[in-house]
T-cell receptor, first 114, second 121 residues
Framework: GDSVTQMEGPVTLSEEAFLTINCTYT??????LFWYVQYPGEGLQLLLK?????DKGSNKGFEATYRKETTSFHLEKGSVQVSDSAVYFC?????????????FGTGTRLQVTL | DGGITQSPKYLFRKEGQNVTLSCEQN?????MYWYRQDPGQGLRLIYY???????QKGDIAEGYSVSREKKESFPLTVTSAQKNPTAFYLC????????????????????FGAGSRLTVL
């Protein structure tokens, strides 16, 4: 079945450091790929997405490129801020009927310190 | 503003009791979903519904039940048969594939509510 593997956290960085959170996937067909972010006590918010190979999703300084050859969708940001502290989830989407079925990774907690 | 409202935010239940979590959306989305979140396990799909009066089991449906009598509402009941119900529950919604506007763009983007935390005493 479909699965998503992402690096375990927590990841602790100083402000302005470079961020990489690794994500690899296993899926049949051609899934869409997502990064969602969850701030403490809240639901998930879509951060960025890519729908086909070589697409780059970007938002708020975060980027991820859909790499079909390595089945990866690593999240990067050049300079993190304290406000980026949250849990980040990588996910893939396939369709079941007309509804979308998301398969999530286990999440990576990011803590950014001054 | 459009969004998803989940209630209650916190809920405590005694063993053997059924509880119902509310989920309401005003996004005019046809599809709605319930996920369960446990520490270190990511999110797992409980039930989903693509249209009113229809729903399907997800990966961990045992011990849960749902109804979809209105497009806007998708309540989840955690029954006494659920052996380990303490968790954070997230409701989500999306447009469906083939929605007006052509193509599939956006049909796989889920909007989430703020969640309900259930604790069994």
């Amino acid at each position: 079945g479909d699965s998503v593997t992402q690096m375990e956290g927590p990841v602790t960085l100083s402000e302005e450091a470079f961020l990489t959170i690794n994500c690899t996937y296993t899926a049949t067909g051609y899934p869409s790929l997502f990064w969602y972010v969850q701030y403490p006590g809240e639901g998930l918010q879509l951060l960025l997405k890519a729908t086909k190979a070589d697409d780059k999703g970007s938002n708020k300084g975060f980027e991820a490129t859909y790499r079909k050859e390595t089945t990866s969708f690593h999240l990067e940001k050049g300079s993190v801020q304290v406000s980026d502290s949250a849990v980040y989830f990588c996910a893939l989407s396939t369709y079941t009927g007309t509804a979308s079925k998301l398969t999530f990774g286990t999440g990576t907690r990011l803590q950014v310190t001054l | 503003d459009g969004g998803i409202t989940q209630s209650p935010k916190y809920l405590f239940r005694k063993e053997g009791q059924n509880v119902t979590l509310s989920c309401e959306q005003n996004l005019n989305h046809d599809a709605m979903y319930w996920y369960r979140q446990d520490p270190g396990q990511g999110l797992r799909l409980i039930y989903y519904s693509q249209i009113v009066n229809d729903f399907q089991k997800g990966d961990i449906a045992e011990g849960y039940s749902v109804s979809r009598e209105k497009k806007e509402s998708f309540p989840l009941t955690v029954t006494s048969a659920q052996k380990n119900p303490t968790a954070f529950y997230l409701c989500a919604s999306s447009i469906v594939r083939g929605y007006s506007g052509g193509g599939f763009s956006g049909a796989n983007v889920l909007t989430f509510g703020a969640g309900s935390r259930l604790t069994v005493l």
